[in-house]
């Protein structure tokens, strides 16, 4: 590595319109000034800042960066780029003259479908470095793994499913009697430069890819889990394949984009209710207790409170010592393409910050509660920004729904039960013929 000082993805950010820090869970709109300015990313992406104590953002956190991230056993991770204002001279440059923000690593561009990735792939070699490619690739997949305990040890039961994979080759070694042509700066044909090693210099290469129409949205790890895993990522991943046996001393370096799909909630209008009638006592001292929990409509903006009404009549003849209220984002992670009940699964639960109505209510009395659940997801392992919409019919190793869950608390040695309310979570409504109506949404 000694040869190679910088190797690093610059990603285009002139055309985003937002951009998210998964480490702040902070959403960066486009300046009005029509470009993006370097003091905008200070402090941002930064790992070090989480304080020693919030040990589930650091899991969160981590969780993002081992989806991002893709190494192989026996390749190597770039450096991270150095600061350095001299600027040495460039024989293979591909780039543009335009300004350009080098974003930091945990700083995502978000992207729909349809949209075009384009950047530049940035290399400073000290010295003569011997390769057979360097290329860029963006990939975009779901993944889970399950992993599986026998009496021999474990065995890792994974499986991808790939809705994008393109390479490009940007560089690549000739050799005697080749007849290509080395690569110079007045050069715009679309060919890979070539030349028998890395020279010394500052090197930019260019890229751009489009992304499928029906590309799937992004999603992070829901398992909340390193082992037992399961996203939806997309990653640009710039390789110096050394062509060795197994990897070995490839070099690579990531950055990641984020991908949102539109969902819009504006058929989601009928009402959201639950209706449970609960009958009490173990022996004796029977009696009854009715709810029924309410929300305005189906739908819900992602980002934004969910309002739910409560009413409740105690005919029993005990308390009712509270009453808890939350989002709760409940599946399946399966490493197969066909879902049987006998198919391996990784269930999972994430749920929002509990809303309480913090009164007893006694014996005979029939309150009605109106509580707003925010939508606050920063207890559980997943970033309640980054979570999925709609469904995942796309997807078919991941699977998952959305409910509202009204829990009534009572007494030891009486239990508690459970009203559920389901619900649909976009991120726009075509109502309003804009997405503005949902201001926590990446979506645009």
């Known amino acids: 590595m000694d040869s190679i000082d910088v190797f690093d993805i610059h990603v285009d950010i002139d055309d985003r319109k937002h951009l998210y820090d998964y480490v702040t869970g902070k959403r960066l709109v486009h300046p009005q000034s029509g470009q993006w300015d370097a003091i ?22 981590q969780l993002m960066d081992n989806s991002i991230t893709d190494i192989g056993c026996l390749e190597k991770k770039a450096k991270g780029k150095k600061d350095d204002s001299k600027v040495e001279p460039s024989f293979f440059d591909m780039s543009e003259e335009k300004s350009s923000v080098s974003l930091p690593r945990r700083v995502l561009p978000v992207y729909k479908p349809g949209d075009t990735v384009s950047g530049s792939v940035v290399l400073k070699v000290n010295k003569p470095f011997k390769a057979d490619y360097l290329t860029v690739n963006l990939s975009g997949y779901a993944h889970v793994n ?62 751009a890819f489009v992304l499928p129409s029906k590309a799937p949205q992004s999603i992070p790890n829901l398992t909340g889990k390193t082992i037992n895993r399961g996203y939806l990522v997309y990653r640009l991943k710039a390789k110096i394949d050394k062509g060795r046996l197994l990897s070995l001393g490839n070099i690579n370096t990531h950055k990641g984009i984020w991908v949102v799909t539109p969902v819009d909630i504006s058929s989601s209008l009928q009402q959201a ?10 022996i004796c001292a029977p009696g009854r207790i009715s709810v029924r929990a309410y929300s305005p409509t189906t739908g ?6 969910v309002p739910v009404t409560i009413d409740v009549d105690n005919k029993s003849n005990d308390p009712i010592t509270g009453i808890e209220a939350y989002i709760r984002f409940k599946g399946r992670a399966r490493p197969a393409f066909k879902r049987t009940p006998f198919t391996l699964a990784q269930r999972f639960t994430i749920k929002s910050e509990r809303c309480y109505t913090g009164e007893v209510i006694s014996p005979g009395m029939c309150p009605s509660y109106q509580l707003s659940i925010p939508w606050d997801f920063s207890g559980s392992h997943a970033d309640g920004n980054l979570l999925p919409v709609g469904s995942l019919y796309e997807v078919s190793l991941l699977e998952g729904t959305y409910d509202v869950i009204v829990k009534i608390v009572r007494k030891s040695p009486h239990r508690d039960f459970e009203l559920s309310l389901p619900i649909t979570v976009g991120n726009y409504s075509g109502l309003y013929g804009d997405s503005e109506t949902c201001p926590n949404s990446l979506y645009y």
């Open 40 to 61: 905008q990313f200070r402090g941002l992406g930064n790992k070090e800042g989480i304080p020693s104590d919030n040990k589930k953002l650091k899991e969160k956190v």
């Open 146 to 207: 399950i992993r599986v305990y026998h009496r021999y040890g474990y065995t890792d039961v994974h499986k991808e499913e790939y809705f994008l994979d393109q390479t490009i080759t940007l560089w690549e070694k000739s050799h005697d009697g080749d007849k290509g042509r080395d690569f110079s700066i007045l050069d715009t044909s679309s060919l890979p430069a070539r030349s028998s090693e890395l020279p010394v210099g500052h090197h930019t290469f260019t890229f």
């Open 273 to 282: 209710s639950a209706l449970k009638d609960f009958r009490t006592g173990i």
């Open 300 to 305: 819900v903006l992602l980002g934004n409170p």
